[in-house]
C-alpha cells in the first residue's frame, strides 16, 4: 500500500521569501513521486517527477525537490517565492508498475503576501 | 504532447437526470485511465481505473452502478453519473497514461452541479 502524507495544510511566506513545502511517503515498493499546482478551478500541473533517477529533481517555475529514501520525504521548495506562486499544491506517490494510480495527499495551499 | 480533455468542463443538471463526462487523449495512446473525483478545499480520490476493453476497477465505497464507466478505445473514457443528487456535485478529474509506469496526464476537469 501507499500513502502520502503533507505536513502543513496551510503555507504562507512573504514574496521573496523561501518555499518549503513538506510531503512524506510510505511505499512498499520502490516509488514514482510527483508534485502538483493546482489553481482554482483548474486542473493539475505537473511541476516535476522523482522516477528513480537523480534525487535531487529540478522542474518548472523555479521548483525543485529531493528525494530521501531515509526520510521517506520528498519536499518541495523554492528558493524565492512569487505571487503567483500562490495556489494548492499536492505530493503524490505511485508505483514503478504499469497502469498503477496516483496516490494524493491531502494538498497544502500556499499564500505569498506582498 | 500528452494532452487530455474534459468535456464539458461545467455542467448543471437537475436531480435525478443523468449525465455523461468525456475524457480524450489527444495524442496518445491511452491504454489506462483514471477519475478522480474533488470535493472542494480537498485532495483528489480515486473513483475508479479503467482500461481499454475492460471493466474498470471501481474503489471501496465507490458505487459502480452509480458511476458508470466505459473506456471503449484508447483514447476516450466516460464517465456518466446516474441519477444525480446534489451530493454527487463535485469537480470530476480524469487522467490517462499510456503503456508504461509513471506519469500521468490530466485533463482540466469537469464542475458537475446538481440543482
Known amino acids: 500500500a501507499q500513502s502520502v502524507t503533507q505536513l502543513g495544510s496551510h503555507v504562507s511566506v512573504s514574496e521573496g521569501a523561501l518555499v518549503l513545502l513538506r510531503c512524506n511517503y510510505s511505499s512498499s515498493v520502490p516509488p514514482y513521486l510527483f508534485w502538483y499546482v493546482q489553481y482554482p478551478n483548474q486542473g493539475l500541473q505537473l511541476l516535476l517527477k522523482?522516477?528513480?533517477?537523480?534525487?535531487l529533481v529540478k522542474g518548472i517555475n523555479g521548483f525543485e525537490a529531493e528525494f530521501k529514501k531515509s526520510e521517506t520525504s520528498f519536499h518541495l521548495t523554492k528558493p524565492s517565492a512569487h505571487m503567483s506562486d500562490a495556489a494548492e499544491y499536492f505530493c503524490a506517490v505511485t508505483s514503478n508498475q504499469a497502469g498503477t494510480a496516483l496516490i494524493f495527499g491531502k494538498g497544502t495551499t500556499l499564500s505569498v503576501s506582498s | 504532447g500528452a494532452v487530455v480533455s474534459q468535456h464539458p468542463s461545467r455542467v448543471i443538471c437537475k436531480s435525478g437526470t443523468s449525465v455523461k463526462i468525456e475524457c480524450r487523449s489527444l495524442?496518445?495512446?491511452?491504454?489506462?485511465m483514471f477519475w478522480y473525483r474533488q470535493f472542494p478545499k480537498q485532495s483528489l480520490m480515486l473513483m475508479a481505473t479503467?482500461?481499454?476493453?475492460?471493466?474498470?476497477?471501481?474503489e471501496q465505497g465507490v458505487e459502480k452502478d452509480k458511476f458508470l464507466i466505459n473506456h471503449a478505445s484508447l483514447t476516450l473514457s466516460t464517465l456518466t453519473v446516474t441519477s444525480a443528487h446534489p451530493e454527487d456535485s463535485s469537480f470530476y478529474i480524469c487522467?490517462?497514461?499510456?503503456?508504461?509506469?509513471?506519469?500521468?496526464?490530466f485533463g482540466p476537469g469537469t464542475r458537475l452541479t446538481v440543482t
Open positions: 479503467s482500461n481499454e476493453g475492460s471493466k474498470a476497477t471501481y
Open positions: 487522467s490517462a497514461m499510456g503503456g508504461g509506469a509513471g506519469e500521468q496526464y
Open positions: 495524442d496518445f495512446q491511452a491504454t489506462t
Open positions: 522523482y522516477t528513480s533517477a537523480a534525487t
